[in-house]
């Protein structure tokens, strides 16, 4: 639904008819930025999933070591995997390269995974947060690279980019070649189980 604000309501509800879904945006056009409290998503008990049934994934970017192209701003590799998804600058864990082109960051993990996707929280300012559209995210297995996917970001865009991947790794690389590169978390998640079907690509 569409949310019509109300001078000292504080709460919202939108029935959403009972749609079977993985993920809920909200998403705000006019331009400004976009704040929210808390945000509840109410299921019926009985349609919840059994826990058998949902993925488990862990992020295995936590903590490890990064590098990039260049540094400006004091916005150094290792703030994108710092566990700190603030989306602002002034938050000091964003990163940023000092080069409008020519840009990359990188990830090196702990030992080669299925990287079921890769998962890019965006800076939030109007200022800067379509500098994300266009970088391309890859995945890295010995001195062979595989691309994910491009991004592509505009007005409806969400600041939790999620990138599926579906390849196995030792690291991940993330390049934008038209603007600065800024990257304020990524996470890296690998399922707890590797679906049977891509087992055997390993």
Same mark, same amino acid.
């Given at each position: 639904?569409?949310?019509?604000?109300?001078? %000292?309501? &504080?709460? !919202?509800?939108?029935?959403?008819?009972?749609?079977?879904?993985?993920?809920?945006?909200?998403? /705000?056009?006019?331009?400004?930025? /976009?704040? *929210? +409290?808390?945000?509840?998503?109410l299921?019926?008990?009985?349609?919840?999933?059994e826990p058998?049934?949902?993925?488990?994934?862990?992020?295995?970017?936590?903590?490890?070591?990064?590098?990039?192209?260049?540094?400006?701003? $004091? $916005?150094?590799?290792?703030?994108?995997?710092?566990?700190?998804?603030?989306?602002?600058? #002034? $938050?000091?864990? +964003?990163?940023?390269?000092? &080069?409008?082109? %020519?840009? !990359?960051?990188?990830? @090196?993990?702990? &030992?080669?995974? !299925? *990287?079921?996707?890769?998962?890019?929280?965006?800076? =939030?300012?109007?200022?800067?947060?379509?500098?994300?559209?266009?970088?391309?995210?890859?995945?890295g297995? $010995?001195?062979?690279?595989?691309? +994910? @996917?491009? *991004?592509?970001?505009?007005?409806?865009?969400?600041?939790?980019?999620? =990138?599926?991947?579906?390849?196995? #790794? @030792?690291?991940?690389?993330?390049t934008?070649?038209?603007? !600065?590169?800024?990257?304020?978390?990524?996470?890296?998640?690998?399922?707890?189980?590797?679906?049977?079907?891509? *087992? @055997?690509?390993?």
């Open positions: 639904g569409q949310l019509q604000f109300q001078e %000292g309501k &504080q709460r !919202y509800m939108f029935n959403c008819g009972n749609h079977s879904a993985s993920e809920v945006s909200v998403k /705000l056009s006019s331009g400004q930025s /976009l704040q *929210i +409290c808390e945000l509840e998503v299921v019926m008990e009985e349609n919840m999933p058998k049934d949902v993925p488990v994934f862990s992020n295995v970017a936590v903590k490890r070591p990064t590098k990039q192209s260049s540094v400006a701003w $004091g $916005g150094t590799a290792d703030r994108a995997v710092d566990g700190n998804k603030n989306k602002w600058w #002034g $938050g000091r864990s +964003c990163t940023h390269t000092a &080069q409008r082109t %020519g840009n !990359y960051w990188q990830v @090196d993990l702990d &030992q080669e995974d !299925y *990287i079921e996707s890769v998962v890019v929280h965006n800076r =939030v300012e109007s200022c800067c947060s379509s500098r994300i559209n266009g970088a391309k995210v890859f995945v297995r $010995g001195s062979d690279w595989e691309l +994910c @996917d491009t *991004i592509t970001y505009g007005r409806e865009s969400t600041a939790v980019i999620v =990138v599926p991947c579906n390849k196995y #790794g @030792d690291k991940v690389k993330i934008q070649d038209t603007n !600065y590169l800024t990257l304020c978390e990524v996470e890296v998640l690998v399922p707890e189980e590797v679906p049977s079907e891509v *087992i @055997d690509e390993a």
